[in-house]
C-alpha cells in the first residue's frame, strides 16, 4: 500500500513539471520513502495517506510568476461547457461548467470556494458559488433553485487568462432553459373529491370543477389570466384558487390550481381546458412554445340501448335464471323509476318479483313466457338514470323468445367404475338436439375406448319434445356377465343446433364391479389391496396380476386381509412394465370369481399429500443422482486473496 502511495505521488507531481520543479519533487518523495521506511506496518504515524494535504508551492505566489507552467501552443478557448438545451423538470440546481484549451489556476487553488468570479456571468443572475475542480475546469453551482421556465446565458468574458499569459481573445456563451410548462395532471372536480376513471360521461355537477396540476410551481394570477375554458356555451368564466386541505404536501398545492366554473356546462358537450401558445406560468417566464389542450365529456343522452336473452348471471343471488331477458340502458338507473314505469302484454302477477336493477341493466327473470313466442316489454316514460334524467318518452321492447338451448350433458368420460350394488345404468340429458350417432359394446379392454366406426347407431330422436329438457337412460345388463359384471364401452357423437363446431366425439368406459382396488407400488414392492364395495370386507384369496397392458407378468393372491404384496429387485419393475422410449404399460387386474377389476394408477393419489416434498419417478428412482456440496472458509474475499473451498461429492442412490 505504501508503495502504490509513493509512486502515485512522485506520479502526480513529475508530470508537466518544470526542471526546476522536478527537483523540489524529488527531493519530497525521498524524504516520504525514508519517513515509509522507518515507518512500522501499514500506518504512517496513524494518519490517513489519502487525507494528507501536499503543496509544493506558496499559493500566495501562483499568480506572480514565480514558476514556469508549461502550456501549448493553442490559443485559450472554450472546448467544452455545459448544459445545454431543455432540462428536466427534476433537475433545478443544475452544475454549470466550461472547460479551458490551457490551464486557469494552479492546482494548489482547486476545490477553493469563491463567491464571485469576473470572467464568468450567469444571466439572469443565480446565486451559487464557483469552484475549480481542474486547472482548465470551472464550474458554477447553484445554491438555490433556477427559476423556472427560464432562458439561461452564460458568457465567458473576453481577456479570460490562462497561467502562462494567454487569454481569451473574444466573449464565449452557451444557453440553456428550464422544463417548460406541461400538464401533468388533468381532471374534474376538485383534489378532496376527484373524478375517479375515465373522461367521459361526466356529471355536470361534476363538472363544475376542474383540478390541474403543473410540472412546476405556477403564479395563479399570471397563469389563470392564460387559461380558456370553453364548451357548447363558449368561454367560460370560472375562478382559480390553490387548493386547500391539510394533507395537501405544499409541493403539489404550489403546482396545481382549481377552477370553479360560473357556469354548469350542458349534458352532451365536451369541455376543453385550452393554455394558448406563450402562456406564461409566472412573470417573467419564456412562454408556452406552442398550444396545449386537455378535454372531458360531460353525460350523453339518457336512452334505451338494447335486450338480450343470453343467460349470464348478476352478483351473488338464490334463485336461478329461467328464460331471463336482460334490457341494456345508456347509465345507471334509478330502481324506484324503473319499477314504476315497467310493464308486460304478458299476464304477471306481482311483477316486482321478476325484476331485477342493477347499475345500468334491468333483469326480467322468470316470466310465463313461451319459447318460439313474443312479448312485449313498454319502458314508461317517467324511467330515469340516478341523476334524475328521464327516458323522454314511452318505449316497447318486443322480445322474441326463440328456442331453448341446444346442449347435450354427458356428467362423465373416460375410463370409470360403477359399483355392482347399483343398478347398472348410465343417464345423461340433452335437449333440442339436431341429429347424433353413438356406440355400445362389451368391452374387452377396460382402458380402450371405441372408435369411430363403431358409433354405427342413430340417436333416437324421435321422442324429443322441443325446448324440452330429455334425459337418456342406456341399460348396461345386455353387456354384462350372468352376475352383473363386466366392462361396457360407449361413445357418441351428438350435433347441437346452429354449433359452428363438431360434433365431438365422447367415451366413456364404465366396469361394474364390486371389487375396490387400492395399489401402492414403488421400484422395490407392489401392494395391491382389495376390498368389497359392498360392504368393505377383504376380498381374501382374490387372484392379482400384475400386467404389461393385457399381458400378465407376475401374479399373486390376496390374504386374510385382502392385500397381495409383490418384490421386485433391482431393475426389475422398469425392465417388466416399461417399453424403450420410457412409458409405463403398468396395471394391475383383480379377478374374483367371476368378477374381475382393472386399474391403470393415474397418479390421482399425488405424494405430496403425505408430506413427500421432493419426489422422483419409479423408472428414474434406481439412477444414481449426484448431490454435490461446496463450502469455503470465508464470505467475504478483497482482491488479490486466495479463495479455498472445499466439497463433498456425492451421489444418492
Excluded at 2 to 20: A, I, T
Excluded at 387 to 398: A, C, I, K, Q, S
Excluded at 524 to 547: C, F, I
Aim: glycine letters at 8%.
Amino acid at each position: 500500500m505504501k508503495r502504490l502511495v509513493s509512486v502515485v505521488l512522485c506520479g502526480l507531481v513529475l508530470l508537466g513539471c518544470s526542471r526546476e520543479e522536478k527537483k523540489i519533487a524529488e527531493q519530497a518523495v525521498r524524504e516520504y520513502r525514508q519517513e515509509e521506511a522507518e515507518a512500522p506496518g501499514e500506518s504512517w504515524n496513524g494518519e490517513d495517506l489519502f487525507a494528507l494535504s501536499v503543496n509544493y508551492f506558496d499559493p500566495g505566489a501562483a499568480g506572480e510568476g514565480d514558476f514556469t507552467v508549461s502550456e501549448s501552443d493553442e490559443p485559450m478557448l472554450i472546448t467544452h461547457w455545459g448544459p445545454e438545451g431543455e432540462l428536466p423538470g427534476e433537475n433545478r440546481s443544475p452544475v454549470i461548467f466550461a472547460a479551458l484549451s490551457q490551464p486557469a489556476v494552479p492546482l494548489s487553488r482547486l476545490g477553493a470556494v469563491m463567491t464571485e468570479y469576473p470572467y464568468m456571468e450567469i444571466s439572469p443572475p443565480v446565486e451559487g458559488v464557483y469552484r475549480w475542480y481542474g486547472s482548465r475546469l470551472i464550474s458554477f453551482e447553484p445554491t438555490v433553485p433556477l427559476l423556472t421556465e427560464q432562458e439561461y446565458r452564460v458568457t465567458l468574458k473576453k481577456g479570460l487568462p490562462s497561467l502562462g499569459g494567454r487569454k481569451l481573445k473574444e466573449d464565449q456563451s452557451f444557453g440553456f432553459r428550464t422544463e417548460k410548462l406541461e400538464i401533468a395532471a388533468f381532471y374534474p372536480g376538485t383534489p378532496e373529491e376527484p373524478w375517479q376513471g375515465d373522461l367521459d360521461e361526466i356529471p355536470p355537477a361534476a363538472a363544475g370543477h376542474i383540478t390541474v396540476c403543473f410540472n412546476h410551481p405556477v403564479d395563479r394570477d399570471v397563469l389563470s389570466s392564460w387559461l380558456r375554458v370553453s364548451s357548447r356555451l363558449g368561454d367560460h368564466s370560472f375562478k382559480a384558487d390553490y387548493p386547500e386541505g391539510e394533507d395537501l404536501p405544499p409541493s403539489f398545492v404550489d403546482r396545481t390550481l382549481v377552477l370553479t366554473l360560473d357556469d354548469l356546462p350542458e349534458t352532451g358537450d365536451e369541455v376543453v381546458l385550452t393554455l394558448p401558445k406563450g402562456t406564461l406560468s409566472r412573470e417573467g417566464a419564456y412562454g408556452l412554445p406552442e398550444e396545449t389542450a386537455q378535454s372531458f365529456s360531460t353525460l350523453s343522452e339518457f336512452r334505451y340501448v338494447e335486450w338480450d336473452d343470453y343467460n349470464w348471471r348478476f352478483p351473488r343471488e338464490g334463485e336461478s335464471d329461467i328464460r331471463p331477458v336482460y334490457l341494456t340502458f345508456s347509465h345507471p338507473l334509478d330502481e324506484a323509476s324503473v319499477l314504476a314505469n315497467l310493464s308486460l302484454s304478458l299476464d304477471v302477477k306481482d311483477l316486482a318479483s321478476h325484476v331485477m336493477v342493477w347499475d345500468k341493466y334491468v333483469r326480467l327473470n322468470n316470466l310465463p313466457a313461451e319459447y318460439d313466442s313474443s312479448y312485449d316489454i313498454v319502458l314508461g316514460e317517467g324511467m330515469s338514470d340516478i341523476y334524475g334524467r328521464p327516458l323522454g318518452g314511452e318505449r316497447t321492447v318486443t322480445v322474441e323468445t326463440g328456442p331453448a338451448t341446444s346442449y347435450y350433458y354427458l356428467p362423465y368420460g373416460g375410463y370409470r367404475f360403477l359399483e355392482s350394488q347399483f343398478d347398472p345404468r348410465f343417464v345423461f340429458e340433452y335437449q333440442n338436439l339436431k341429429s347424433g350417432k353413438w356406440g355400445i359394446e362389451k368391452a374387452v379392454d377396460p382402458y380402450k375406448s371405441l372408435d369411430k366406426s363403431q358409433l354405427n347407431r342413430e340417436f333416437d330422436l324421435t321422442s324429443q319434445v322441443r325446448n324440452r329438457r330429455e334425459f337418456e337412460m342406456v341399460e348396461l345388463s345386455p353387456y354384462l356377465n350372468e352376475d352383473g359384471k363386466g366392462a361396457v364401452a360407449m361413445g357418441w357423437m351428438l350435433q347441437e343446433e346452429d354449433s359452428r363446431w363438431g360434433p365431438y366425439k365422447n367415451d366413456l368406459v364404465l366396469q361394474v364391479t364390486d371389487l375396490g382396488v387400492t395399489v401402492r407400488y414403488a421400484y422395490n414392492r407392489v401392494l395391491v389391496w382389495v376390498n368389497s364395495l359392498t360392504d368393505g370386507n377383504p376380498a381374501a384369496g382374490a387372484k392379482v396380476e400384475l400386467m404389461y397392458d393385457n399381458r400378465s407378468v407376475m401374479t399373486g393372491e390376496t390374504d386374510g386381509e385382502g392385500l397381495a404384496s409383490f418384490s421386485l429387485e433391482k431393475g426389475d419393475f422398469v425392465q417388466a412394465f416399461y417399453d424403450g422410449d420410457g412409458r409405463s404399460h403398468f396395471r394391475t387386474r383383480v379377478i374374483s370369481g367371476t368378477d374381475r377389476a382393472v386399474f391403470v394408477p393415474n397418479g390421482s393419489h399425488s405424494p405430496y399429500q403425505f408430506g413427500l416434498w421432493s419426489q422422483t419417478s419409479v423408472n428414474r428412482v434406481e439412477r444414481p443422482r449426484p448431490f454435490t456440496f461446496l463450502f469455503c472458509d470465508r464470505g467475504l474475499y478483497k482482491p488479490g486473496e486466495t479463495v479455498t473451498f472445499k466439497g463433498i461429492d456425492r451421489d444418492l442412490v
